[in-house]
């Protein structure tokens, strides 16, 4: 997605409410989607200035919640909403919804993006020694190995027969 800077989006606003021109006029002259402008001369009129610089924010579900309660009690577009709550993408509103009808209102909760934490997870307590809890995990490992070194064997075998069965040849 293309980012415009702040001046971009202040000389289109403004060109726009001098009224002087569309936004399809903006667009075939600036070459920028006419929904990007509308979205911004909507931002504008409800927050000024603030309203067009891009702000990156984890909202609440509670939050959340009340944006679509107030589109559903008014009946305004995603994009009125959007501007009204100053929420930089009406789409974000769209999935707001999607979401909330899909899964409930618990899908709401934000989660954490991104790499997970390279944070050492705790193992689980090791069974003190001579316990039931460490004779077991013991006979359990020591069975995987054994089958381990079974399955490793056959494959050993195996490759011997191929490779008896090549000379004959």
Do not use: C
């Not at 979205?39 to 891009?54: A, D, Q, R």
């Not at 679509?68 to 509103?93: E, H, Q, V």
């Not at 954490?112 to 316990?131: I, L, N």
Request: aromatic share 8%; charged share 30%.
């Amino acid at each position: 997605m293309v980012k415009y800077s702040l001046e971009t989006k202040l000389s289109t606003v403004q060109d726009y409410l001098e009224g002087t021109e569309s936004y399809l006029s903006l667009e075939k002259r600036t070459g920028i989607d006419y929904r990007f402008i509308m979205n911004w001369v909507s931002l504008y009129e409800n927050h000024g200035v603030e309203g067009l610089i891009p702000s990156y924010t984890n909202y609440s579900v509670e939050f959340k919640m009340d944006v679509l309660k107030f589109m559903n009690d008014t009946g305004t577009s995603y994009r009125k909403t959007a501007a009204i709550f100053n929420i930089p993408a009406p789409s974000t509103i769209l999935q707001w919804k999607k979401i909330l009808e899909e899964q409930g209102v618990d899908a709401l909760h934000s989660r954490k993006r991104g790499r997970p934490s390279m944070k050492k997870e705790s193992k689980k307590k090791q069974p003190v020694e001579g316990s039931q809890e460490a004779l077991l995990a013991e006979i359990e490992r020591l069975r995987m190995e054994n089958a381990y070194l079974k399955k490793l064997n056959a494959l050993v075998q195996e490759e011997r027969k191929s490779q008896s069965a090549r000379k004959r040849k």
